[in-house]
Structure formats: structure tokens, C-alpha cells
């Protein structure tokens, strides 16, 4: 990979192979770095820089000097490489100087200490499956550097992985994980073109977990008890798996695999999605009901999944997804200064405190704010979500134009129409707002087109290009605009968001206004309870202190809009607020730590009508996003 810089703006370009092998994907990825945050989502990274993540190997002896993951005596299975998988795009989209040296010092040590026979990491890990998350690590570092080193150690590692695989096959997290090598397999095949990249793909399959068959037969239609808990009901297996059959689909070319994507989405939405627009599991399916939760890794590594399946499959259905995961349930598990995190956040949650709530298999800590927990998985992982986000805003088509697959202030750099290069900078507050202008900067008039996807929430969208109105605006579509573009030239998107009700576990209601979910502003109480150095890394448990059980009148919502400040997600920062007429339920209690169970809608209070205020999922650590409906 090379990178060239004009005088105005740098573009990034992939050197590639004589007569590379194409896969039959509907868009192409852009190499990180092509796209940059800006607005409120370049704060939100900096945040990230400034908490946990840029800031957990130093004082966190997981990934800390003593990993063997740089060559120490200490954890080396998957804390390392999950570190490195989102600290390398955080640091590399931000050009931070003290970032990507902390990102350098890792890369270099699996770079520069590849074992004779091919092998990496540390040499007491027999496990494939950290390695998989190392490799993808180390493509986007090859992405955003060009370092020469990473393909031949690629190539080396795969020969000896398929030389090894049928006297050492996949075991235990590898067999249900086995998609995400694959990701970087077709990865380096298109560069090289290595037929042997196929083999090893197909083994890996063989040697999987079968996704496709699991969904095909799903037996698995509530919450699953302790007894019926594996690695095949595992919410994290289960989000890595969303892009599975995709991913497989691009070696097979079988229209079943296709099939199997949609099949398994319908089967986890209908028994386990939540409000919040990811499936439960704490940490195993856990049904439909709002008090259960979701854990943080399952909300990343689902993120990731989509962002390969836009890019397969073209649906633009899966970036509205994108976004209402990104936009809720992702914030909604951090502080807002991103130094704490949940390992299972509820959407309604109106208690965070150490109490053995009706988890299926996790500990009593699950859901306070703090270091690690429950377990440190999710303290290592999260940090990819943000910048992945980032990194696939923008996607380029087959026929050398680009396409808009989620919403975020953005600028994308590329070279477009056979080789010229262009910047647009995507200026707007999206989510919380509902108008996008996209600035076009090109270096001479250039042909090719933008493809923007319009959410299917988005009933009288429009698009204007200089002023003049565009056909073919859909929700739930792409609208193409092929033409010729210019310096200075400007598209305008209107989205428009009214508040909308959805309906959800017996039969209560979600607020929702653009890809925002939006949940009852309920008083904080922080108490802290256990303090470390640094300071800001504390775990907190959050007490209620005003009240919570109320139902609602869907049809009385209405939305204001205040300024967008530097934490939107924070209670004190909320960008948007919702007011809706409730009235309290005295009979809906708290039971075990959680709010109780759900009252079947419609239901009666005679207590006095309120008005009551909504803010943001990812604004509100304690909430209520389901509701009781009131009978009219």
C-alpha cells in the first residue's frame, strides 16, 4: 500500500497483485484511514483515547508490559490481541502520536518474533483462537502504514496452519469463531491470489461450527437455564456469527448461505432482540424480556459482524441495525467518559449494584460501571467499537464510486472514476439531527457515483444536489446518483425523524425518533465501590433517586432538541428529549435488583397523568425503554 498526499487533502491507495483475484463482494471496504471521524464522533474517539483505552496498559497487567503478548510472563490468550484490535484503528484515526506507539510496540513484537515453522504470539498458547483476533490486528495495521512486513507473515502463518490443523483441529471458542479468520484469509488471498488461502478457508469450515444448520432447526425459543448452557447459546459466539454464513457464502457461492444469513437473523429477532437493537445474553440466550441484558462483547463483535455484511451483502438493512446498535446500546454501557463499562447493560435498568440478579450464568457485578466486571474479556474488547464504526461509514462500489453505508460526521478520502482523487466531508449531527450535507472536494471533474443509503425509518426523505431534488429516494434503499462531480459541489440529505412507538415483550412499548432509542431520564445516584489507580478507574454502583414505574401514552410523545455538546451521552449532555403523558404503576415493583416483571399492555392506573422526560439510551445509565402501555 502507498500513500500520496496533494496539496489540499492525502488519499490512500492499495498496491495491488498482478491480475488480483476479486471476491464477489457488493462493496469494498476502504483501507483504514480512508475515512477520518469528525464532529461530535471525532470528540467521542478522543474520549476513548482519554479513557480506558488509551490508558489500560498502563496500569492493567493484562495487557500491560508483562503480556506475553510482548513477549512477557504474563496473560496470553486473548486479552492482548483484543487490546490491539481496537487500539490500532483508535490510534491510527486519530494520528495520535502516543497511541500508535503503543500500538507499534505490539505489532512489532508479533511481526518480529514469527517462529521458523510459521507460528505467532506467545509460545504457550496452543489456542487458534487469540491468533485469529492478532491477524486481524494486523491487517489494518497494514492498512493504514503500508508496513511490508505483515503479508509474508500472513502467508507464512496460514501455510503452517494448514500444513497443522488436521493433527491440531479447532477447539473449544475457535470452532464457533472460525468466520473470523476466515475475514482475514479472503483477506490476504485477494492480495496475493493463493489458491492454498481457499483450502485453509474451506478447512476452517469444516472444522466450525455449523451456523447454517444451528438456525435452520433453532431450538432455542426462551431464556436457556444453566443445564442447557454451551458454546452454541453464547450471545458472543452468537454475534460473531451474524456475518458466518456471509462470509462463507463468499467462498461457496452457495444462494443457500445467502439464505442462511436472513434465517438467522429472523430466529435470534423473534425469540432474544431487545429494544436496544441487540440480541440478550447474559451471557446465554436470554428471551425478549427487558430486565435481562446483553454483554458488552456480544455489542461489538455484532457491530463488526454487520459492518462485513454490509459490505458482502449491499442490504441496507443492516446498516440501519449499525446504527441503532452504535447510536444505543454501545454508549449506553460506557460512563461518559468511557473510564467504566458494564459487562451486562439491561434496557431497563433501574438499579446497577452488586446483587444476584436472574443472569443466566453471570456473576452478581455484572452490571455495575467499573474495570473489569464479572470478567476482563469485555475490558479488553471494547475498545474496537468506536473506531470500526469509523472505518466503515463509507464503502467504495465495484464501479469505482462511493457509498454512504451509516451516518457520522465523516470525511472520506479515495480515489475514485479510475483513478482520481476526491474528498467529501460529510458535515451533520446525525443521530440527533436529521439533515446531512456532504461537501464534495475533487482534484478535476471526475464521473462516478454516490450511493446513499436512506434508513427505512426515513418516510419523506429527501436528497438535493446543488439545490435541485433527486428521484429514487426510498426508505430502506440506496439512492444512486451517478453524474459528474466537482469542486465545491454539495448534497443535502433530510432524513426526517418523528418520534414512533415500537412494540416489544408483552406487548410494551419503545420510543424511538431516527435510529435513537429513547429511555425514561431517571435520577443518579454514583457510589462508589472499589477505587484504584488511577482514580478514574473506579467501579461504581448507580442508585435510583427518582421514580421509574410508570406507563406511558405512546401517542402524547413529542421531541425538543437542545445543543450538542461534547458528551452526548451523558445525562447532563442529552441532545434530544422526548416528553410523553404517563402515569404511575405502584403494582410494577423492583424483583431481585430489577425492575419486575413486565405487565401485559394495556393496563389501568388511576394515578395522576404526568409528563414525563425521555432522553437517549446511550444517555441514560439508569433507564426504562419498554414500557407498559396505558389502556386510552
Given at each position: 500500500?502507498?500513500r500520496a498526499?496533494?496539496a489540499?487533502?492525502?488519499?490512500?491507495t492499495l498496491?495491488?497483485?498482478?491480475?488480483p483475484?476479486?471476491?464477489?463482494v457488493?462493496?469494498?471496504?476502504l483501507?483504514?484511514g480512508?475515512?477520518?471521524?469528525?464532529?461530535?464522533?471525532?470528540?467521542?474517539?478522543?474520549?476513548?483515547?482519554?479513557g480506558?483505552?488509551?490508558?489500560l496498559?498502563e496500569?492493567?497487567?493484562?495487557v500491560?508490559?508483562?503480556s506475553g503478548w510482548l513477549?512477557?510472563?504474563?496473560?496470553?490468550?486473548?486479552?492482548g490481541?483484543?487490546?490491539l484490535?481496537?487500539?490500532v484503528p483508535?490510534?491510527?484515526?486519530?494520528?495520535?502520536?502516543?497511541l500508535?506507539?503503543?500500538a507499534?510496540?505490539r505489532?512489532?513484537?508479533?511481526l518480529?518474533?514469527q517462529?521458523?515453522?510459521g507460528s505467532?504470539?506467545p509460545?504457550?498458547?496452543?489456542?487458534w483462537?487469540?491468533?485469529?483476533?492478532?491477524l486481524?490486528?494486523l491487517?489494518?495495521?497494514?492498512?493504514?502504514?503500508?508496513?511490508?512486513?505483515?503479508?509474508p507473515?500472513?502467508?507464512?502463518?496460514?501455510?503452517?496452519?494448514?500444513?497443522?490443523?488436521?493433527e491440531?483441529p479447532?477447539?473449544?471458542?475457535?470452532?464457533h469463531?472460525?468466520?473470523?479468520?476466515v475475514?482475514?484469509?479472503?483477506?490476504?488471498?485477494?492480495?496475493?491470489g493463493?489458491?492454498?488461502?481457499?483450502?485453509?478457508a474451506?478447512?476452517?469450515?469444516?472444522?466450525?461450527?455449523d451456523?447454517?444448520?444451528?438456525f435452520?432447526?433453532?431450538a432455542?425459543h426462551?431464556?436457556?437455564?444453566?443445564?442447557?448452557?454451551n458454546?452454541d447459546?453464547?450471545v458472543?459466539?452468537?454475534?460473531m456469527?451474524?456475518k458466518?454464513?456471509?462470509v462463507w457464502?463468499?467462498?461457496s457461492?452457495?444462494?443457500s448461505?445467502r439464505?442462511?444469513?436472513?434465517r438467522q437473523?429472523?430466529?435470534m429477532?423473534?425469540?432474544h432482540?431487545l429494544p436496544n437493537?441487540?440480541?440478550?445474553?447474559?451471557?446465554h440466550?436470554?428471551?425478549s424480556?427487558?430486565?435481562q441484558?446483553t454483554?458488552?462483547?456480544?455489542?461489538?463483535e455484532?457491530?463488526?459482524?454487520l459492518?462485513?455484511?454490509?459490505a458482502?451483502?449491499?442490504?441496507?438493512?443492516?446498516g440501519?441495525?449499525l446504527?441503532?446498535?452504535?447510536?444505543?446500546?454501545?454508549?449506553?454501557?460506557?460512563?461518559?467518559d468511557?473510564w467504566?463499562?458494564?459487562?451486562?447493560q439491561?434496557?431497563?435498568?433501574?438499579?446497577?449494584?452488586v446483587y444476584?440478579?436472574?443472569?443466566t450464568t453471570?456473576?452478581?457485578?455484572?452490571n455495575?460501571?467499573?474495570?473489569?466486571p464479572n470478567?476482563?474479556c469485555?475490558?479488553?474488547?471494547?475498545?474496537?467499537?468506536?473506531?470500526?464504526?469509523?472505518?466503515?461509514?463509507?464503502?467504495g462500489?465495484l464501479?469505482g464510486?462511493?457509498?454512504v453505508?451509516a451516518?457520522?460526521?465523516?470525511?472520506?478520502?479515495?480515489?475514485?472514476?479510475?483513478?482520481?482523487?476526491v474528498?467529501?466531508?460529510e458535515?451533520?449531527?446525525?443521530p440527533f439531527?436529521?439533515?446531512?450535507?456532504?461537501?464534495?472536494?475533487a482534484?478535476?471533474p471526475?464521473?462516478?457515483?454516490?450511493e446513499?443509503?436512506i434508513?427505512?425509518?426515513?418516510?419523506s426523505?429527501?436528497?438535493q444536489v446543488?439545490?435541485?431534488a433527486?428521484s429514487g429516494?426510498?426508505?430502506g434503499?440506496?439512492?444512486r446518483l451517478d453524474r459528474?462531480?466537482k469542486a465545491?459541489d454539495?448534497?443535502?440529505?433530510r432524513?426526517?425523524m418523528k418520534?414512533?412507538?415500537?412494540?416489544?415483550?408483552h406487548?410494551s412499548?419503545?420510543?424511538?425518533?431516527?435510529?435513537?432509542?429513547?429511555?425514561?431520564r431517571?435520577?443518579?445516584d454514583?457510589?462508589?465501590?472499589?477505587?484504584?489507580?488511577?482514580?478514574e478507574?473506579?467501579?461504581?454502583?448507580?442508585y435510583?433517586?427518582?421514580?421509574w414505574?410508570y406507563?406511558?401514552?405512546?401517542?402524547?410523545?413529542?421531541?425538543?432538541?437542545?445543543?450538542v455538546g461534547?458528551?452526548?451521552f451523558?445525562?447532563q449532555?442529552a441532545?434530544v428529549?422526548?416528553?410523553?403523558?404517563?402515569?404511575?404503576?405502584?403494582q410494577?415493583?423492583?424483583?431481585?435488583g430489577?425492575?419486575?416483571p413486565?405487565?401485559v399492555s394495556?393496563?389501568?392506573?388511576?394515578?395522576p397523568?404526568e409528563t414525563?422526560?425521555l432522553?437517549?439510551?446511550?444517555?441514560?445509565k439508569?433507564?426504562?425503554t419498554?414500557?407498559?402501555?396505558?389502556?386510552p
Amino acid at each position: 500500500m502507498r500513500r500520496a498526499c496533494a496539496a489540499v487533502f492525502c488519499f490512500v491507495t492499495l498496491a495491488p497483485a498482478v491480475s488480483p483475484p476479486r471476491l464477489p463482494v457488493h462493496y469494498r471496504e476502504l483501507p483504514l484511514g480512508a475515512v477520518k471521524p469528525a464532529g461530535w464522533l471525532e470528540r467521542q474517539l478522543r474520549i476513548q483515547a482519554g479513557g480506558l483505552s488509551g490508558h489500560l496498559d498502563e496500569f492493567w497487567p493484562d495487557v500491560g508490559p508483562d503480556s506475553g503478548w510482548l513477549g512477557g510472563s504474563g496473560e496470553s490468550w486473548e486479552r492482548g490481541p483484543y487490546f490491539l484490535d481496537g487500539l490500532v484503528p483508535l490510534a491510527y484515526l486519530l494520528d495520535d502520536p502516543r497511541l500508535i506507539a503503543k500500538a507499534r510496540q505490539r505489532v512489532d513484537w508479533i511481526l518480529d518474533h514469527q517462529r521458523p515453522d510459521g507460528s505467532i504470539g506467545p509460545p504457550k498458547n496452543l489456542d487458534w483462537w487469540p491468533n485469529m483476533v492478532a491477524l486481524k490486528a494486523l491487517t489494518q495495521y497494514q492498512e493504514a502504514t503500508g508496513d511490508t512486513r505483515v503479508v509474508p507473515v500472513l502467508e507464512r502463518y496460514f501455510h503452517n496452519q494448514l500444513a497443522a490443523l488436521d493433527e491440531r483441529p479447532l477447539q473449544k471458542w475457535a470452532v464457533h469463531r472460525w468466520a473470523d479468520e476466515v475475514v482475514t484469509v479472503l483477506w490476504l488471498y485477494e492480495r496475493t491470489g493463493d489458491g492454498k488461502l481457499l483450502e485453509l478457508a474451506r478447512k476452517l469450515h469444516q472444522q466450525g461450527f455449523d451456523w447454517k444448520g444451528h438456525f435452520a432447526e433453532f431450538a432455542f425459543h426462551r431464556k436457556v437455564s444453566k443445564a442447557q448452557a454451551n458454546l452454541d447459546t453464547h450471545v458472543v459466539n452468537n454475534a460473531m456469527a451474524l456475518k458466518a454464513s456471509a462470509v462463507w457464502w463468499l467462498v461457496s457461492r452457495d444462494p443457500s448461505d445467502r439464505d442462511a444469513v436472513y434465517r438467522q437473523l429472523r430466529e435470534m429477532d423473534r425469540w432474544h432482540l431487545l429494544p436496544n437493537g441487540v440480541h440478550s445474553g447474559d451471557e446465554h440466550y436470554a428471551g425478549s424480556d427487558p430486565s435481562q441484558g446483553t454483554e458488552l462483547c456480544a455489542v461489538v463483535e455484532a457491530m463488526f459482524s454487520l459492518e462485513q455484511m454490509i459490505a458482502i451483502l449491499g442490504d441496507p438493512a443492516f446498516g440501519d441495525r449499525l446504527e441503532k446498535i452504535a447510536y444505543n446500546a454501545l454508549p449506553g454501557t460506557f460512563t461518559a467518559d468511557m473510564w467504566a463499562h458494564q459487562y451486562d447493560q439491561q434496557p431497563n435498568q433501574v438499579l446497577c449494584n452488586v446483587y444476584p440478579r436472574a443472569w443466566t450464568t453471570n456473576n452478581p457485578d455484572s452490571n455495575v460501571y467499573g474495570l473489569e466486571p464479572n470478567f476482563g474479556c469485555c475490558t479488553s474488547n471494547f475498545h474496537q467499537g468506536w473506531p470500526k464504526l469509523v472505518s466503515h461509514l463509507w464503502m467504495g462500489t465495484l464501479d469505482g464510486g462511493l457509498a454512504v453505508a451509516a451516518w457520522a460526521p465523516s470525511r472520506v478520502i479515495a480515489q475514485v472514476g479510475g483513478g482520481v482523487s476526491v474528498v467529501i466531508d460529510e458535515q451533520t449531527d446525525y443521530p440527533f439531527r436529521d439533515t446531512v450535507r456532504l461537501v464534495v472536494k475533487a482534484a478535476k471533474p471526475v464521473r462516478f457515483p454516490l450511493e446513499l443509503r436512506i434508513p427505512s425509518w426515513a418516510e419523506s426523505a429527501q436528497v438535493q444536489v446543488n439545490g435541485t431534488a433527486q428521484s429514487g429516494v426510498v426508505p430502506g434503499g440506496f439512492c444512486r446518483l451517478d453524474r459528474e462531480w466537482k469542486a465545491g459541489d454539495a448534497v443535502t440529505v433530510r432524513l426526517p425523524m418523528k418520534v414512533r412507538s415500537s412494540i416489544w415483550y408483552h406487548n410494551s412499548a419503545a420510543l424511538e425518533r431516527g435510529p435513537l432509542v429513547f429511555s425514561l431520564r431517571i435520577g443518579e445516584d454514583w457510589r462508589k465501590l472499589k477505587s484504584r489507580t488511577p482514580a478514574e478507574a473506579a467501579d461504581w454502583e448507580v442508585y435510583p433517586t427518582t421514580p421509574w414505574n410508570y406507563a406511558i401514552l405512546p401517542d402524547t410523545a413529542q421531541a425538543t432538541e437542545k445543543n450538542v455538546g461534547d458528551h452526548p451521552f451523558s445525562l447532563q449532555g442529552a441532545p434530544v428529549e422526548v416528553t410523553v403523558k404517563g402515569r404511575r404503576l405502584p403494582q410494577w415493583t423492583m424483583v431481585d435488583g430489577s425492575a419486575g416483571p413486565l405487565p401485559v399492555s394495556p393496563v389501568i392506573s388511576k394515578e395522576p397523568l404526568e409528563t414525563l422526560t425521555l432522553i437517549p439510551y446511550g444517555s441514560a445509565k439508569l433507564r426504562i425503554t419498554a414500557w407498559p402501555v396505558l389502556e386510552p
